[in-house]
């Protein structure tokens, strides 16, 4: 259904756009041209603003320049040609123009983890706070949409104040962060929760508030609240979620050890309306740019104030500990003797409808993997190339069907549609005899891949395999899932 509902709104998206509201549009200036920076900037222009997406990357200007997106996000090329050619967004390297030609400058630089310490690397964005010091000629309102430690916004205000010695009349600080998802950045930001802006200027909400006009015409909730507050609202959300997900998987195993079906347990769990089925869907845990990194640094945040957040610390634990459940599963059906043989991975990416691999489930598969002199054929429909910086050794192949060819194995890491509704039939007389299926995604039906002849397993699904399974055969599960 969810996908229904992003074919839908790409097409509409394509189609029409959000008409302006604007007697006088906003000057805006977004500094990083990354997901949240293109995204944020091309959707503010199709609400009718003029924006300007600068980067100091200078090969990415130039791509953007030429309507080519460095980054793949569904619908996002469509906004950005269409707002490119209207006139409304437009991309430099030239930062210190951009930020002297708009009113509103929102930060939107990356923020990663710095692997040694946890802590949130906030190099990047002292790098944009040092242009917007060196530019401030008449009041701006500064914008950090990047996700950072609480107390950051203070700390700015207290540079560029003290360090700089720029007068207060000639800026504000706001925090407004985002909470985009990969693969549906654009549908999120039309589409918000909410909006968070935290700021102690009534001016400078007003003017953020002004921006979001055509989203609270969708009866969007705008929360006015501190800057502190804003910045932990993000991480506290990204948090929550991974915790979620965390303990989803390690229901999971536990289904696994006592032949329970977990997809039975979390579709229970979610109809329980304090609980939600959002984020209970058990796999090879979480990766990507937000929640390691988030929780991480949320954690470090919380040590430096003498707090010990233990449940994250698990959370943390528990997903680097299900990054080699695919493995374990794999190794299992051949009963811990994998040597020599070929496994095909299908998906990359740590999510579907995205080429990021940063903190990937994968990037641990093919780690031990490689240690256990196994042939490694790949295919992700996006992200091979990004992969291939980081493995560039492994075969990567062309297709599904190229990929699987001869292989013993097959391991399905992420969830892309592509991976769905695959010729069974067909691949079993590509695969060599006793092949391996390991759904690390829950996202084929097992029942079939054992009736075709294939091994399977799942995360939290070992019950398929189990004597009691194959005596009753499926109707429980069906009965249970169907009601």
């Known amino acids: ?40 900037g091309a959707c503010f222009a199709d609400f ?82 040092e242009f917007i010091a060196r530019n401030l000629i008449e009041y701006k309102v500064i914008v950090i949409k990047s996700t950072v430690p609480p107390g950051t916004c203070a700390w700015v205000e207290k540079f560029l104040a003290e360090e700089c010695g720029i007068e207060p009349e000639k800026f504000s600080i706001v925090s407004c962060p985002e909470f985009l998802r990969e693969g549906s950045a654009i549908y999120d930001f039309l589409n918000p929760d909410r909006i968070i802006i935290g700021s102690h200027s009534s001016e400078a909400f007003n003017q953020i508030y002004q ?86 640094a949320l954690i470090k945040n919380a040590e430096k104030n003498n707090v010990d957040l233990q449940t994250l610390v698990a959370a943390l634990k528990a997903n680097e500990k299900q990054k080699e459940k695919p493995f374990e599963k794999l190794k299992k059906q051949f009963n811990n003797n994998i040597s020599d043989k070929t496994i095909a991975i299908l998906g990359l990416a740590f999510k579907a409808n995205t080429d990021d691999i940063r903190y990937s489930p994968s990037i641990r598969l093919i780690e031990l993997l490689k240690e256990h002199n196994v042939t490694i054929k790949a295919y992700d429909p996006e992200a091979m190339k990004n992969m291939q910086k ?22 399905v890491m992420t969830d892309w549609n592509e991976f769905k509704n695959l010729n069974w039939n067909y691949i079993k007389n590509e695969m060599h005899e006793n092949s391996v299926i390991i759904d690390a995604r829950n996202i084929l039906d097992g029942q079939e891949l054992k009736q075709l002849g294939f091994k399977y397993d799942a995360i939290g699904r070992a019950f398929l395999n189990s004597y009691k399974y194959k005596r009753a055969g499926c109707f429980l599960y069906n009965y249970a899932m169907c009601l």
């Not at 074919?7 to 008409?19: D, K």
């Not at 300007?52 to 469509?78: G, R, T, V």
């Not at 050619?85 to 930062?95: A, E, P, V």
């Not at 980081?390 to 097959?410: C, E, R, W």
């Open 390 to 411: 980081i493995f560039p050794d492994i075969y990567y192949g062309t297709s599904v069907d190229d990929t699987i060819k001869n292989s013993d194995a097959i391991v």
């Open 211 to 296: 921006i979001h006009l055509p989203l609270k015409e969708k009866n969007v909730p705008i929360i006015n609240t501190t800057l502190g507050a804003a910045e932990l609202i993000k991480y506290v959300t990204n948090s929550f979620l991974a915790l979620k997900i965390s303990f989803i998987n390690e229901i999971a195993n536990f289904c696994d050890a006592i032949g329970v079906d977990v997809k039975t347990i979390a579709y229970a769990l979610g109809l329980d309306k304090r609980i939600s089925p959002l984020f209970l869907n058990p796999g090879p845990g979480f990766g990507g740019s937000c929640f390691p990194k988030d929780v991480a």
């Open 1 to 40: 259904m969810k996908n229904r509902i992003l074919v839908f709104f790409s097409f509409f998206l394509f189609i029409f756009h959000i008409p302006s509201i604007y007697s006088n549009p906003k000057k805006i200036t977004v500094l990083g041209t990354g997901y949240v920076g293109l995204v944020s």
């Open 48 to 129: 009718g603003n003029q924006v300007i997406c600068a980067d100091i990357d200078k090969q990415k200007i130039e791509q953007l320049q030429s309507f080519y997106i460095p980054i793949y996000e569904p619908m996002l090329d469509e906004i950005v040609i269409r707002n490119a050619k209207k006139g409304n967004l437009s991309f430099t390297s030239d930062i210190d123009n951009a930020i002297q030609s708009s009113d509103i400058i929102f930060i939107a630089v990356g923020t990663p983890m710095n692997e040694q310490t946890g802590d949130a690397d906030l190099r990047a964005l002292k790098g944009a706070i």
